[in-house]
Nanobody
């Protein structure tokens, strides 16, 4: 069974920084895409950033220039460096893995982490 575990959330003042980490564990051969989504209170879950195995990244317009996603394929780990945080960034941040290939599988599966809360407030 594959699991994704996030860490690094917390309370930060506006303008501050946080770094989120997500580690995939279990029997993993490879992961096509790893990324982050977030869900603010009363809102739908939205894409924050993704990073493909080949090194391509994609960001939501609202975080471009402030957030940086990176990935360590060998460790099945994805990071999200968040700078210049705003109160609107307050949300539960979920790690996402698309196309997770397990030994002997005929296709890749998708997994979600349980989420980590980021609160931006003075």
């Amino acid at each position: 069974q594959v699991q994704l575990e996030e860490s690094g959330g917390g309370l930060v003042q506006p303008g501050g920084s946080l770094r989120l980490s997500c580690v995939g564990s279990g029997s993993i051969v490879s992961i096509n895409v790893m990324g982050w989504y977030r869900q603010a209170p009363g809102k739908e879950r939205e894409l924050v950033a993704t990073f493909t195995r080949g090194g391509n990244s994609n960001y939501a317009d609202s975080v471009k220039g402030r957030f940086t996603i990176s990935r360590d394929n060998a460790k099945n780990t994805v990071y999200l460096q968040m700078n210049s945080l705003k109160p609107d960034d307050t949300a539960v941040y979920y790690c996402y893995a698309h196309g997770v290939w397990e030994p002997g599988a005929y296709y890749g599966l998708d997994y979600w982490g349980k989420g980590t809360l980021v609160t931006v407030s003075s």
